[in-house]
Every structure is written in structure tokens, then in C-alpha cells.
């Protein structure tokens, strides 16, 4: 199984360890991986602030550089959702393109989305024995996609205490341009939802938007809890076990 | 009530900075109203229910002039006096000719946000007349001279501290008075105005086509006194309050009071079939009921935006939505705020006067799960966001930038380039409180730091 690896252009600059664990990950679960190097940005947060035009010219050269690919995999959940749910409606009133956005959507995930449902793998490793960790649902996943129960479940069953986060579905406020457009609100719907998170190790979410917002938070607060993306983490579960145990696997 | 949306980033984040209460009343009373809710909807499985509602909403609104004109017969047929009014002026002259006719000094109101979209309490004042708000939350806002800041609950913003300050000052009732003491004078000073008014106006949540029949659902027993105490009585319909068969209500009546407060049924539900007949006891001797437009015909002609008008005002969206909780309704600087108000606002008045409205959201879709009817109110969102940037109504540097991120992002030379300068600037570059972006995101979180290599470098070089 061959698989192109869409990174984001988010995860490319600010989280690239965390686009190198989804790729030892993968290969490590049997799966070939490109990476196509022509790709760019998926055009997220210009469609979100109403620049279709833009948007759609970004689309137009996503859908190029994927063309051939048998499976698109992100790790990030709202790029994901802009390939899988958006870029059909972009492309609504253009027939011909409308086909090949669907074509993508279709064969596009999530990272954890993928192994779960794909791959019909479950159990990574038990390298977050012990580990308490706080999993961040980023809303696009959850709600347009109902990618909520794949990112938790290997986290589990790699070991890790999955804390009770009461406020774990809500925004955290970050919304792309949403996050400069309106600081103070954003700045708000971090802290309400940070006010809300016990004790924990690690904080962790598929979406780098979101870390990157709730980590500078975080940060800026002079708060004491590491932020990790989803992949790094889940790579950690296979990792740590084959440090153990080398001879595993 | 003017409309002042063009300040919500402004006004939101005074209210942030100046009255951080205000996030912590709305926020634990929305939080209340949202588990309720998810628990209301939880028992029936509400699903099926909303598809329903939605169906039953979108084949009224596609079907309205003859729903419509099926009302105003039945409606006349019950001997309740119809009248049309175009916009809010025609709706506020409609009004003062009842009441300059009917001999009115005193009203009563039954909490209607239709009413504070028409200003009929300025009006009425202007004409001598009082208008006495009679829903407790409304009362207490009326009270302090302020606008609701909730559709269902118009003084969620404030403190229990704030109002035993308010009571405290207006009526001598102690500094420390309990929750049930207050309601009990308020109660005693609406029971005089209720006996004392010649008028009571109220809104309608649905008019049924087939039998003419208006529903009112409430909890505190003023609207069912409102419109019958008073000889006369007035209520405000929006056209797209219909709907077409009596046996609807049943779904209706229970998914509204579930959406809005977690109910199974309001505590009072008033089905008004018109006016005192011979030998009944009571009840208004005149009802009227005005149907108004402002703008809503314009919104049902939009391809896009029509489904707005499904809306039944229950405030699931408001609740539901982490935007709204942090500031309440007041920062939207318009009658009806939070997520439906942020899509309806910009279809009723226009974009100029709204266009900040639909970016107050971070498109998170809870407003969507929450909805009764099904209101797509993220891509309604999105819909007007586009319309802003082709009407040209976006800030200018914002344009520029997207401009120059789409070039890079279609040219992956140019990309690869923007990659690898953005690692050769000085450490904490990013950090910076120039650059209005950087800026905005400095404020309060830590600068953006690049990884050391990009992953594209790292993939070059090889990943073992």
C-alpha cells in the first residue's frame, strides 16, 4: 500500500517532527510513503476568511500534485476536512472539477483516521504506560468529519490515561484568521478552555492550528504542561517499546 | 435599537477587558442551557425530530404566499384583525394606530425580540404611553435601560450580585436578598401593571395556517396574562412564523422548548384562537395580529441564505457557541446576536452595516449540532465571508497578504523559498509587535517558533 503524505504547510514549518513520526509511523505499520514535493498550503485559511478565488487556486494545485495517489494521509484534522468536505463545495458549480475533488476526497484522511479505519490497526505499542494525557478534539475532525473516537482509542491502547477533559469537544479559539482577527475573543476561548484541563503529562491534538495556539498560550501564561502533536505522540507509543525491546517488532 | 455590529472587535473586547463578569454569567448559564439541551435531545433522539422540523420549515418557506394568505383567512375567520407590515416603520405606525385608537395609556409586553427589531418601546414611550416589560430577565434590562444579550434569556449577562444591587437601589429590598424575594417584588409590581394596562403585546413563536392559531410558549406566566388581562391585545409575527397544520405543533412545541431551555414543554403553552366570544369570561375583546417583513422576503429571495429563516428563535446556537459565551449578546451590537445572529443580521440589513458579524466565529460547528431546524449556519457563515470579499469590504492589508500567501502557495519554487527564509531570520523574529498579524498574535501567547528544518529538508536528507 503506497500512501502520499500531504504534511500542511503548517506542519512542514512549525511541527516537522511531527510530519517525520507520521512518516516512520506509517512505514513502520507497512505502508510506502511519498511525499510529493510540489505541495504547498491546502488553501484552508483563505476559504475560511471567504477568499474562494484564492482558495480554489490553491485547491486547483492540491488536486494536481494528488492526482495519481492512491491514499492522501494528513496529520491534521482540518486540512483534512478542507480536501474531504470543502473542496467539493468549492467546486459546486464546476462539474469537471467537482469530479476530481470528490475523487480526492474520497481517498483522503486523517492520520489516526487512517491507521484505525484503513489499516484496521488498534494497538500500536504500550509506550505511554503510565503517561497522563489530554487529547484536544479539533472541531473540524469531530463535527464535520466525526473523527472523535480513532485518536483516543490509540492512545488508550497504547497505555495512556486519556484525562477527563470536560471542555476536550470545545473551540479552543484558534478558527485560522479567526485567532488575529479577534485576539481578545480567541485569547478567552483558550483560557476558558485550559481553566477546564486537569492535572496531565501531555497535551496533544491531530490539528497543529490548535497547538500552536493553545501551546503559545500556554506558554505565554507561564503554564507548565507539554504540547505535542497527535503523530509524535502515537509514534512515541511504538518507539519506546522498540527501545525496550529492539529485537520486537 | 441602533445598530452598532461594525464595533464587535472593538466592543468584544472591551467587554473582555472592562466587564469580565459578564463571560462568567453567560458562560455558566449557557453551559446550564447546553447540557440541558444535549439531555432534551438525548431522551427522544432528537435526529429524526430535526430532519422533520426542517422538512415541515423548508416546504413553508417555499410555499409561503400561499401559507400566508391560508393564515390571514383563518386568522380573520377566528375574528382576530390581520394587518402587513412591510418594515419596521410600517410595523411602528400600525402599532400607534391601534393604540391611539383603542384609547392606550398603558401596555404590557411579553418578551418579544420582534419587538426590539421594530423599536416599539421607544415608540410608545414618544407617544406617552408606557410599556411595561413583563418577562423577569426583560424587565430587569429595562430596568438598567439595556438591550437583551440572549434570545431566550435577555439578562443572562448579569451577576445575581448585580441585580440585588439593582433591586437594592430601586425598590429598598435588603442588599442580600435571595433569588426568590426579588422575583416576589417583581412579581407584585407586573401584577399591578397586568390589572392597570388596556394593551398587551407579545410576539408569537407559531402561527398555525389551517386554524389560525397563535403559540406562545413561556415559563413565567406574563405571556398568558399579557394577552388576555388587557382589553387589547397586539402580537408581532414574523411571515415565516407559520406553520401549516395544527397537529405540527406537536413536534414543534416540544423540539423548541427542548432546544431552547431543555424542556420537555414550556411551563406555559397559550394557544390563541382570538378574541373574547359571547359568554366567556375573559379574554381581550380586540386581538390583533401584524405580520412583518423587514428585510425577510429579501433573505427568502437569496439562493443562499433563505434557510436563515427557519429559525425559530430558540437560542440552541447562542448557547451552544464558545464565540458568544465570551462576550454575550451585547459586543454583536444588534437585536439578535451569537451565531444566527451573525448570518441573519448581514441578510436583513445588508453586509456594510454587519460585515464584522460574520467573522465573529471560529467555525467550530456546535451552533449546527445545537439547531433544531438544521440551519447550516457555519457555511451561512462562510457564505457572507465570500460576499465581503467580493463586495470589496475586507481591510485592505488583508487582501494584500492573501494575495501574496496564494502566490506562494501555487508556486512551490516560491514556497520553498518563503521556507527557508523564514529560517534565516534572527531568533524571535517572529516575536514581534510590528507586523499587525505577529502582533496580534503576541498579544498574550508566546511568539511562533519555526522547527529548526523544515520537514521538507528533513524528507530530502532522508528519514531513516
Redesign the interface.
Known amino acids: 500500500m503506497r500512501v502520499a503524505l500531504f ?1 500542511t ?1 503548517l ?7 511531527a ?2 513520526a507520521a ?2 509511523l506509517l512505514r513502520h505499520l507497512g505502508v510506502e510513503v511519498d ?1 510529493p ?5 491546502c ?1 484552508q ?8 478565488g ?1 482558495a480554489r ?2 485547491a ?2 492540491t488536486l494536481s500534485v494528488f492526482e495519481g495517489a492512491e491514499y492522501v494521509v494528513l496529520p491534521s484534522g482540518s486540512c483534512t476536512t478542507m480536501l474531504r468536505a470543502f473542496y467539493p ?1 468549492l467546486y459546486r458549480d464546476t462539474p469537471r472539477k467537482f469530479t476530481q475533488a470528490l475523487a480526492l476526497s474520497g481517498k483522503t484522511y486523517e492520520l489516526a483516521e487512517f491507521i484505525v479505519r484503513v489499516l484496521g490497526v488498534t494497538q500500536l505499542g504500550r509506550g505511554l504506560e503510565g503517561q497522563q494525557i489530554a487529547y484536544h478534539h479539533g ?2 475532525a ?3 468529519l466525526g473523527i472523535k473516537n480513532e485518536p483516543v482509542a490509540l492512545l488508550k491502547n497504547a497505555g495512556a490515561e486519556v484525562v477527563d477533559w470536560p471542555a476536550a469537544t ?2 479552543c ?4 484568521l ?12 483558550a483560557d ?1 478552555k485550559l481553566s477546564t484541563l486537569p492535572e496531565t503529562d501531555v497535551l496533544t491534538s491531530a490539528d497543529g492550528g490548535c497547538l ?2 493553545l ?3 500556554i ?3 507561564g503554564l507548565k504542561m507539554a504540547v505535542k502533536p497527535l503523530a509524535s505522540v502515537l509514534w512515541d507509543a511504538v518507539q519506546k517499546v522498540q527501545e525496550e525491546n529492539p529485537h520486537a517488532g | 435599537m441602533p445598530v452598532k455590529a461594525n464595533d464587535y ?1 472593538k466592543e ?2 472591551r467587554i ?2 472592562e466587564e469580565p463578569q459578564v ?1 462568567d454569567s453567560v ?1 455558566g448559564a449557557t453551559l446550564n442551557f447546553e447540557r440541558n439541551r444535549q439531555a432534551a435531545y438525548a431522551e427522544v433522539g432528537a435526529q429524526a425530530w430535526r430532519d422533520w422540523a426542517e422538512a415541515v420549515k423548508n416546504h413553508v418557506l417555499t410555499h409561503l404566499d400561499t401559507y400566508l394568505e391560508q393564515a390571514e383567512r383563518s386568522l380573520t375567520a377566528n375574528g382576530v384583525r390581520v394587518h402587513w407590515a412591510e418594515d419596521a416603520e410600517a410595523a411602528r405606525r400600525i402599532v400607534a394606530e391601534i393604540a391611539r385608537s383603542g384609547g392606550v395609556k398603558k401596555v404590557v409586553k411579553a418578551k418579544s425580540m420582534l419587538s426590539e427589531e421594530l423599536g416599539i418601546n421607544p415608540m410608545l414611550e414618544g407617544m406617552g404611553i408606557e410599556a411595561l416589560e413583563t418577562d423577569l430577565g426583560e424587565y430587569i434590562i429595562q430596568l438598567l435601560g439595556q438591550s437583551p444579550s440572549h434570545i431566550v434569556g435577555p439578562a443572562i449577562h448579569l451577576s445575581l450580585e448585580q441585580i440585588r444591587r439593582l433591586f437594592h437601589e430601586r425598590f429598598g429590598t435588603p442588599p442580600e436578598a435571595a433569588p426568590d424575594a426579588l422575583a416576589s417584588v417583581a412579581r407584585k409590581l407586573l401584577r399591578e401593571g397586568f390589572l392597570k394596562a388596556d394593551m398587551g403585546i407579545s410576539g408569537g413563536n407559531f402561527v398555525v395556517a389551517e386554524t389560525g392559531t397563535l403559540a406562545l410558549i413561556e415559563n413565567e406566566g406574563n405571556i398568558r396574562l399579557s394577552t388576555s388581562a388587557p382589553r387589547i391585545h397586539l402580537a408581532l409575527v414574523g411571515i415565516e412564523k407559520l406553520l401549516p397544520r395544527f397537529s405540527d405543533l406537536a413536534v414543534f412545541l416540544s423540539l423548541t422548548a427542548r432546544a431552547a431551555t431543555g424542556q420537555r414543554l414550556g411551563t406555559f403553552v397559550s394557544l390563541i384562537q382570538g378574541p373574547r366570544r359571547e359568554g366567556e369570561t375573559d379574554g381581550p375583546e380586540e386581538v390583533h395580529v401584524v405580520l412583518v417583513d423587514n428585510g425577510r422576503s429579501s433573505v427568502l429571495a437569496d439562493p443562499q441564505a433563505w434557510e436563515t429563516l427557519r429559525c425559530v428563535r430558540c437560542a440552541a446556537c447562542l448557547n451552544a457557541c ?2 458568544y ?3 454575550g449578546g451585547h459586543a454583536y451590537g444588534y437585536v439578535y446576536s451569537g451565531p444566527i445572529g451573525a448570518v441573519l443580521a448581514p441578510g436583513l440589513l445588508g453586509l456594510e452595516q454587519t460585515q464584522p458579524l ?9 451552533c ?2 445545537a439547531c433544531p431546524v438544521k440551519i447550516p449556519i457555519p ?1 451561512l457563515l ?1 457564505t ?6 467580493e463586495e470589496g469590504l ?1 481591510p485592505r492589508l ?1 487582501r494584500a497578504a ?2 501574496g ?2 502566490l ?3 508556486h ?1 519554487a516560491l ?1 520553498k523559498l518563503a ?1 527557508k527564509a ?1 529560517r534565516l531570520l534572527p531568533e524571535k523574529a517572529l516575536d514581534n509587535t510590528v507586523v ?2 505577529l502582533k ?2 503576541t ?18 536528507e532522508g ?1 531513516k
Open positions: 504534511v504547510c506542519a512542514d514549518q512549525f511541527f516537522a517532527e510530519g517525520v512518516v516512520k511525499f514535493l510540489a505541495q504547498t498550503c488553501g485559511p483563505a476559504y475560511n476568511a471567504g477568499y474562494w484564492e487556486q490553491m486547483d494545485h463545495e472541531c473540524h469531530l463535527r464535520e470545545e473551540c479559539g484558534f478558527g485560522g479567526f485567532a488575529v482577527k479577534l485576539p481578545e475573543v480567541s485569547l478567552s476561548m476558558r500552536l495556539h501551546g503559545g498560550r506558554k505565554g501564561r | 472587535p468584544s473586547a473582555l477587558r463571560r458562560t464558545p464565540v459565551r465570551q462576550t460574520p467573522y465573529a466565529s471560529s467555525l467550530c460547528g456546535a449546527y449540532e457555511k462562510l457572507w465571508r465570500n460576499r465581503a470579499v475586507t488583508e492573501i494575495a500567501y496564494t506562494a502557495m501555487t512551490p514556497y521556507s523564514l499587525p498579524v496580534a498574535w498579544q498574550g501567547r508566546a511568539g511562533l517558533e519555526p522547527s529548526p528544518r523544515s520537514f521538507r529538508e528533513l524528507w530530502e528519514i
